[in-house]
Structure formats: C-alpha cells, structure tokens
C-alpha cells in the first residue's frame, strides 16, 4: 500500500459520513475515521472538526 493511502481513503469516508453520500449520516463515525486519520499521519485530520467542510 503506498504510505498514507489508508489515511486519505479515512478522510474520503469520513466526509461520505458528514455528507450522508452513499452511507447513513453519521456524524461520530465521520469523527472516528479522522481520528484514525490523524493516527496515520493526516495532520489536517487533527484539526478538522466533525460536521466541517472540507472539499
């Protein structure tokens, strides 16, 4: 896997589960995927709040 795919495929599915796209709404999922994000390197995923826009 090429370093920090995981991290972005995290940030993709998070903002399908702010934006409700494909998956239920789910705004705590969404957190815990930037979480996971941020773990693996994401910095932008650290200071994103849940719920913001970011595309």
Known sequence: MVPGA???ACVRL???YDDGR???KDT???A???AAACARGDL???VVAPG???W
Do not use: N, Q, Y
């Open 6 to 8: 995981w991290a972005i």
């Open 44 to 46: 932008d995923s650290c």
């Open 14 to 16: 998070a903002k399908m």
């Open 28 to 30: 705590l999922k969404a």
């Open 32 to 34: 815990e995927l930037r």
């Open 22 to 24: 494909g998956v239920p």
């Open 52 to 54: 913001a826009k970011t």
